[in-house]
C-alpha cells in the first residue's frame, strides 16, 4: 500500500507537470536566448538553463510531455492489440490460430524495439511517431504472451466450464468471464510497460531515432548534455534524474497495484 | 511406554491460535490414527513434531520422543532429527519430489545426509529402500526421474525417502487421500508392513474415519485445533463418547431419504461412444441410457474416461463415434441446440473454482438463463434466482453477495442452485461432493435426493468414491480403461459384483464398523 | 534430447527465414526507388542507374530476395555503398567490439544478480533482503546510457582511472580491450542484473514453497541445505529465460551505449550508415542482430533441457 501511494505520488507529478505544460511552462522552450546560457539553478532559473538559455524547469515539463505521450500510446498499441490476439489465442488453444499468434510473438520478439526503430528510421526519416510505432510493436507480443498465460489457466477453471455447458461462445466467454479475470494482471504489466517505454523512449530519443528538434525530450536533452556536462552537470542530472523518478515512482506502482489486486494477498490480508 | 509422547501442544500462527493442548501418545510398532476435518489442525500438530512450522508460528509445549524434548532442541539439532528419526510422508505425491532430481538420488539424500555415507553405499541402501516400497529393479531404477512414475509409484518413493534410516516415528499426513481406491488400499498395507517390520511408531493423518478403522491400534478425534477423544481405536469407535465423534460417525454413514425410482422414460442415451485423444482411445465403445428421475451413478478409478466421457455427454467434447441423445435430440459438441442445452447442468467438484470471483451470486446463479429463447429480466429474473437459492437452502438475500464470502458447503448450493434454475431434467454430478467435509457432504447429500424427488430431477452421478454413489443411485456403472465393464441396480451391483474389477475395487474400499457396540 | 534439438533448431530455422523476409519487405517498401533514395536528390541519373544494376534492382522481387539471403548464407552481405568495401569484412570489425562487450555486461549481470538474488531470498523479509529490494528498484529506474555518462564524470574524468571512451583494439592484448569496455559493460550491465536479480529472488522463494522443498526438510535438510540443493536448480528455469530474454535487450542497448563511448561496434556503424542512407548495411546489421536474438533463444531452450529432465524425455 505504501508502495502504491509513493509510487503514484511520483508518477502523478510528472504526468501532472507534463499536463500543465500544455497550458504553461516557465518560459518559452521555443525561444533561445543565447546571453542566458548555461546558467547554474538559482533564480529565475530553478533548475538553471541549457546551452541555447532555455529554462530546465520548462525543458522537462516539455519533455515529460514528450515521453509520457509515447510511452502511453505505445501502451495503448501493445493492449489494443496484444490482448485481443491473447485471448483468441487462449480460447483456441492448441489449434492453428494459437500456434499462428504464438509463432508471429516469437518473430516480433526477434526485433528489439531498437532495431524495430532502426529499421523504420532508415526508411522513412526519425521522429516521435516511429519512436511510439517502434515501441508498440514490441509491446503487442508482451500483452499477447501474459494474456494467453493467464487465460489458459482460466480456461481450465470450472467456472469457464460451467459457461460453457451454459451455451455461451468462446468469444462471449473470453469477453464476459476471461477478460475481467486477467484486468488486474494487464493493469500491473500497463504500469511496467509504461515504465519501460519511457526508458525506451528515451533511448530513442538519445541516438536520434525519437523525437526531433525542436520538440523537447529528456532523451534528447540528454544526448546534447553529453559534451557540456563537464562543466554543467545539471543539464544531464535534471533530465536524467527525471526519467529515474518517473519509472521509479510507475515501477513501485506496478508493484503496489500487484499486491493490492492480487486476492491471494488480500486474502492473508483481510 | 511410549514412544511419542505431546502434552500442552499449543500454536499460534500471527497471533491467531490453530492448537489448544493438544496431547497424544504413540507406542512403538502402533499406528496413531488422528482424524479430523479440513482446519481441524491435525497437520499443524504433524508440522508442529516435525518442527517445520510456518513463519509466524509461537508454540508451546513439550513433544517427547523417546525421553527427549523435541521443542528445547535447537534448528540444528532438530535437522538431526527429521529423517533419521522422523519420516514424514505428505499427501500430495504429484508435487512432493523434486523433479528435477532422479528417485535414487533422492531416497540417498536422507542416507548421505545422516550417515555420511559414501555415494556408492548410500545408492546401495537407496537401493534397498526402493526394494522394500516395491519398486523392484529392473522396472524401477535409481535412475528414474519423478515424471516417469505414476502417483501411487510416486508416494511408494515418498515413502522410501521417509523409512530409508529407519527411523522410530513415521508421520504420514493424508498419504492416500490423493490416490484412488485400489492403490490407496496397497499403500496402507505397505505402510502396516513397515511399520510391523521396523517397530517404528506412525502417526497416520486423515479425515477419513474408514481409513483408520482397519489400520489404527489407536485413535484421536481432532476438532478446531484440540484433541476431543483419544483412546484405542476399537474402544473410541465402540463407545464413540464424544458428540462430535458420534456426529462424524453418523454423517459418514448417513444415508439421504430419497424415493426409489421405477425407470420412467430414457432420458439420455449413450451408443456406442467412441472419444480418442492421439490416437489413443480415453472412451472406447460405451453405452447406456439413463431415464427420467432415475440416479445413474458413473463410478471408476483417475484415467478411466469418466471425465471424458461427461463432457462429451456436456457437449463439450466431439465424439469420434457413436451418438449422445438427449430427449430425442442428438448432443453433437460444439453444436448442441439451446433448448437441449437447457435441459442438462452441471455440478463440479472444486467449490472455489466453480464461480467467476468478479460476479455476484444472482449473475452467477443467472448465468444459465441465457439459453432460454426469451430470458425473463429485472423483477422475473430475481424472482428465478431467489427461488433458486431458496430450493437449495440458502436465503435471497446472498443474492447480492460475491462468492468468496462462502463457504465451501454453501458454494456448492449454489452451483447447485445456479444448476437448478432452468428447471433442467438431468443435472450432470461430477464428483460434486468430493471435496467436502464428511458433515457438509452428509447435507449436501440430503438436498440432493430431495430436490431430486421436488424436482423430478435425473442425475448422472460421477465419482470416485464408492460409498457416496452406494448412498444416492438407483443404478450404477462401473469404468475401466475407457469401457463400462459392469452395469446395474446400485445394491445388486455392491452386494453380489460380477466383474473381477468391481469385486477388486469393492474390496480395496476401506469399511467402517457398521454398528456402536 | 537429440529430438528436442532438432526440433528446436528447425525452429530456429523456421524464426530466421521469417525475419528475413520482414526485413526484406521493409527495405522493400522504400517509397519510390531505393537507389535514387540512397543517393539522396541531387544525384546524377547516370550514378542512379549504375547502383541500380548493382543492386540488381532490375530483377524481380522473388530473385532479389533469393539472391540477398543466399548471399547472406555464404557470408556474402553485399557491397557497403558508403565504404565500397564488402559489408562482412565491415560488420566483422566491429563484432570485435560488440560481442566482446555483450558478453562482458552477460557475464557481469549474471555474476552479480543471481548471489544477489539468492541471498535476498535466503533473508526474505529481513535487511539484506529490503536493501535489495530497495537498490534494485532503483537499478531498474536508471536509463543505462544516462548512467554511463554518469560513470565516464565520476571514473573517467573524475578519477582519471578509466578513459571517457574510444577503443584501442585488442592488438595490444586482452587487458587494454577489456579496460575500455568496462565501464561500458557496467553502464549496460547494472540494469540487467537488477531485473534479474528480482527474477532469481521471487523465482526462489516460489520455489521454497514447493512441496518438494518441504519434503527435503523432512528429510533432515537445513534451509540453507534445502535451498542450496533443491530449491537453487528448480528456481533457475524462469531465470534462464529472463537471461535469454535481456541479450535482446543487452544487443539494444550495447547499440546506445556505443554512442556515449564513442565505440568503434555495430551501433555506431548502424547510425552512421542510416545516416548515410546506407540501407545495405543497415539491413545486414538488424539481420544480424535478428540472428543474434534468435540464436540466443535456442541456446536457452537446449539450457532448458539440459537443466529438466522433463524437456528431455518428451523431446
Sequence with gaps: MRALILGGALAAVFVAAALLSLVWTPGDVAAVDIGNRLKPPGWPHLLGTDHLGRDMVAMTMAGARVSIAVALVAVGIGMGLGVPLGLAAAAARGGWLDEAIMRGNDLVFAFPSLVIAIL??????????NAIIAIGIFNIPVFARVTRGAALSLWTREFIKAARVAGKERMRISVEHILPNVANLLIVQG?????????????????????QPPTPSWGRMLAEAQTMFAFAPHLALVPGLSIVLTVLGLNLMGDGLRDYLDPRLRRVRA | MSLLSVRGLDLSIHGTPILRDVALSVAPGQILGVIGESGSGKSMTALSILGLLPPGARRAGTIDLRGRDLSALSERAMTRVRGAEIGMIFQEPMTALNPLQTIGAQVAETLRLHDRLSARAAAEAARAALDR???????????????????GQRQRVVIAMAIARRPRLLIADEPTTALDVTTQAQILNLIRRLVVEDGMGAIFITHDLAVVADLADSVAIMRDGAVVEHGPTAQVFAQRRHAYTRALFAASAHQPTRRSRGRGAPLLQVEDVTRRYAGKPAVDGVGFSLHRGESLGLVGESGCGKSTLSRAILGLEPLQGGRIALDGTAIDAPHVPRATRAKMQVVFQDPYGSFNP????????????HLQADPPRGAARAQAVHAALQAVGLRAADADKYIHEFSGGQRQRIAIARALILRPALIVLDEAVSALDVQVRAQ????????SDSHDLAYLFISHDLHVVRRITDRVLVMR????????????VFETPRHAYTKALLRAVPRLPEHAA | MLRYALRRFLSLTLSLVAASLVVFAIIEVIPGDPAAFMLGLNAAPEAVAALRAELGLDQGLVARYLDWASGMLRGDFGVSYTYRTPVAEIVADRLWVSVPLAIYALSLSTLIAIPVGILAAASRGR???????????????????WFAMLLVIVFAIGLGWFSAGGFPGWQDGLLPGLKALTLPAIALALPQASILARVMRSALIDTLGEDFVRTARAKGLSQGQALRRHALRNALIPVLTIIGLQFSFLLAGAIIIENVFFLPGLGRLVFQAIAQRDLIVVESVV?????AVILVTFLVDLAYAAVDPRLRRRG
Design chain 1, 120 to 129: 523504420i528510421t532508415a526508411v522513412f526519416g526519425p521522429s516521435a511517431v
Design chain 3, 287 to 291: 539481420m544480424l542482430l535478428v540472428f
Design chain 2, 133 to 151: 516400497v516395491g519398486l523392484p529393479e529392473p522396472e524401477f531404477p535409481l535412475s528414474r526421474y519423478p515424471h516417469e512414475l505414476s502417483g
Design chain 3, 127 to 145: 535487511a539484506p533482503d529490503l536493501a535489495v529490494i530497495g537498490l534494485t528498484q532503483l537499478g531498474i529506474a536508471v536509463p543505462n546510457f
Design chain 1, 191 to 211: 504500469t511496467i510497460q509504461f515504465s519501460l517505454g519511457i526508458l525506451a523512449e528515451a533511448g530513442l530519443s538519445y541516438v536520434g531515432l525519437g523525437a
Design chain 2, 481 to 492: 480403461a475407457g469401457r463400462i465393464v459392469e452395469e446395474g441396480a446400485t445394491y445388486a
Design chain 2, 358 to 369: 468478479r460476479h455476484q451470486v444472482a449473475r452467477l446463479v443467472a448465468e444459465p438463463l
Design chain 2, 444 to 451: 449436501i447429500l440430503d438436498l440432493l435426493a430431495e430436490l
